[in-house]
């Protein structure tokens, strides 16, 4: 079983639309998640840090789970600018600083 | 902000030979990189986490004979891919961490290298 699991789609929405990724982790010690962006060919961009308590930025609304271990991050109004693959990411906080990468999701926004 | 300089940004090489990647910390001090790989429509895989001034710890499956880390310095890292094969063809991207202490927010990726081995 992969530790960072996602749905990799891809997710075709028109421009304006508002679309969930989700996503679950399987180490309960995990204590930190991130949303990260990559576009094609490109590094992976950091997009939010997700708290428990939910964290907001613009258009883009990250949530955590602890409980069901599971990670989601909302998109509203949908821009051709935000296709990019989604990448779900968790660390274990320890003092490896590792990050654990997600198969990402795909989304494709059209006119 | 804090940048990683990653070169070269693409190679092609011949089968047999060895390539060397070089990331470049240019504003801070990276007491930590790490190095990943991605294969197409794959994630990115940790191959080994570098500290500076010993020696990398690498991933299981991931040959440390093969993929040869130094991290000689706070501000340069290197990987070098020995005896390349097609099947080593890939993406690797490096990523600092940043020595001042920041939280986990405190990682900054080079652009990554494509590597096609023929």
């Known amino acids: 079983r992969k530790e960072v699991e996602q749905d990799p789609g891809p997710f075709n929405v028109p421009e304006g639309a508002t679309v969930a990724f989700n996503c679950t982790y399987s180490?309960?010690?995990?204590?930190?998640f991130f949303w990260y962006r990559q576009d094609c060919r490109k590094e992976p961009k950091l997009l939010m840090s997700v708290y428990s308590s939910g964290n907001e930025d613009g258009r883009f609304t990250a949530q955590l789970n602890r409980a069901s271990q599971y990670i989601s991050l909302l998109i509203r109004d949908s821009k051709l600018s935000d296709s990019a693959t989604y990448l779900c990411?968790?660390?274990?906080?320890?003092?490896?600083?590792?990050?654990?990468f997600g198969s990402g999701t795909r989304l494709l926004v059209r006119p | 902000g804090a940048v990683v300089s990653q070169h070269p940004s693409w190679v092609i090489c011949k089968s047999g030979t060895s390539v060397k990647i070089e990331c470049r910390s240019l504003?801070?001090?990276?007491?930590?990189m790490f190095w990943y790989r991605q294969f197409p429509k794959q994630s990115l895989m940790l191959m080994a986490t570098?500290?500076?001034?010993?020696?990398?710890?690498?991933e299981q499956g991931v040959e440390k004979d093969k993929f040869l880390i130094n991290h000689a310095s706070l501000t340069l890292s290197t990987l070098t891919v020995t005896s390349a094969h097609p099947e080593d063809s890939s993406f690797y991207i490096c990523s600092a961490r940043r020595s001042d202490g920041q939280g986990l927010r405190g990682y900054t990726f080079g652009s990554g290298t494509r590597l096609t081995v023929v």
């Open positions: 504003d801070f001090q990276a007491t930590t």
């Open positions: 180490n309960s010690a995990s204590q930190s």
């Open positions: 990411v968790a660390s274990l906080g320890d003092s490896s600083y590792k990050l654990i």
């Open positions: 570098s500290n500076e001034g010993s020696k990398a710890t690498y």
